[in-house]
């Protein structure tokens, strides 16, 4: 049985609230991003604009422009940031072809089920100036649970998989490393093992203020992780 596009929507929706309790998390994936954070950005898949805020506070970021394909999304996109330059629809509906320096891409690449294709589309953006895609999905197909399946999510990735397809679609590999241990084994119990299909309130908010800031700090500056819930990449455009 096919999901129904509200339910669809419904879900985002949820998976969106979630990253809103976790202010800790959101600004750290933006830190780790800051250095090609620079020039003319492209931020695909915006959804309600959780990073466009913090990516309109850069200060090397001249020119910004979001793309979003969901409707209600890109109408609460306009809403929240009068005068932003935002298209409804996908990479494919930019008609600026124009000088990128980077793109960004959290949390999208998996909705997409020719993510190959969609990496080619970055990479023909950003090789005029070898820009950077600073891109963000979740990893581990053996964590891939009922609640990936509500939040639209065609895959998991791991690391090898990953930069055979940006390799592929003509990138060089400037830093590509698993993220966030703790999360992992986090959601194989709650998702697979309890197959639970929500978030605690509760629980992000604890996760996100008390145990992530440490986490990260030991994964970024003393021992990079081994395994993770996401993987995070940085890929020049050859």
């Not at 929706?13 to 979630?18: G, I, L, T, Y």
């Not at 809103?20 to 604009?49: C, K, Q, T, W």
């Not at 969609?118 to 964590?143: D, M, Q, S, T, W």
């Given at each position: 049985?096919?999901?129904?596009?509200?339910?669809?929507?419904?879900?985002?929706?949820?998976?969106?609230?979630?990253?809103?309790?976790?202010?800790?998390y959101?600004a750290?994936?933006?830190?780790?991003?800051?250095?090609?954070?620079?020039?003319?950005?492209?931020e695909v898949?915006?959804?309600?604009?959780?990073?466009?805020?913090?990516?309109?506070?850069?200060?090397?970021v001249?020119?910004?422009?979001?793309?979003e394909?969901?409707?209600?999304?890109?109408?609460?996109?306009?809403?929240n940031f009068?005068g932003?330059?935002?298209?409804?629809?996908?990479?494919?509906?930019?008609?600026d072809?124009g000088?990128?320096?980077?793109?960004v891409?959290?949390?999208v690449?998996?909705?997409i089920?020719?993510?190959?294709?969609?990496?080619k589309?970055?990479?023909?953006?950003?090789?005029?100036?070898?820009?950077?895609?600073?891109?963000?999905?979740?990893a581990?197909p053996?964590?891939y649970?009922?609640?990936?399946?509500?939040?639209?999510h065609?895959?998991?990735?791991?690391?090898p998989e990953?930069?055979?397809?940006?390799?592929r679609?003509?990138?060089?590999?400037?830093?590509l490393?698993?993220?966030?241990?703790v999360?992992?084994?986090?959601?194989?119990?709650?998702?697979?093992?309890?197959?639970?299909?929500?978030?605690?309130?509760r629980?992000?908010?604890?996760?996100?203020?008390f145990?992530?800031?440490?986490?990260?700090?030991?994964e970024?500056?003393?021992?990079?992780?081994?395994?993770?819930q996401?993987?995070?990449?940085?890929?020049?455009?050859?």
């Amino acid at each position: 049985m096919t999901e129904s596009p509200n339910a669809q929507a419904s879900s985002e929706d949820f998976e969106f609230e979630a990253l809103s309790m976790a202010d800790n998390y959101r600004a750290a994936l933006m830190r780790e991003f800051s250095g090609p954070l620079r020039g003319n950005v492209l931020e695909v898949g915006a959804g309600i604009g959780q990073f466009t805020e913090e990516l309109l506070k850069k200060p090397g970021v001249t020119r910004l422009v979001s793309i979003e394909p969901h409707v209600p999304f890109c109408n609460q996109l306009i809403k929240n940031f009068p005068g932003h330059s935002i298209i409804q629809g996908t990479i494919n509906d930019l008609k600026d072809d124009g000088d990128w320096n980077a793109i960004v891409n959290i949390n999208v690449l998996e909705h997409i089920q020719d993510d190959e294709g969609e990496l080619k589309n970055y990479h023909e953006r950003l090789r005029k100036n070898h820009g950077i895609l600073c891109l963000f999905v979740p990893a581990r197909p053996e964590l891939y649970s009922l609640l990936d399946k509500d939040f639209g999510h065609f895959r998991r990735y791991t690391r090898p998989e990953l930069r055979q397809k940006l390799e592929r679609a003509g990138f060089e590999i400037v830093r590509l490393r698993y993220y966030n241990i703790v999360g992992y084994l986090a959601w194989w119990l709650m998702f697979r093992v309890l197959r639970k299909r929500h978030f605690n309130p509760r629980s992000v908010r604890f996760f996100d203020r008390f145990i992530f800031p440490s986490v990260h700090g030991f994964e970024s500056h003393v021992f990079p992780p081994f395994i993770g819930q996401n993987l995070l990449a940085m890929a020049r455009a050859k």
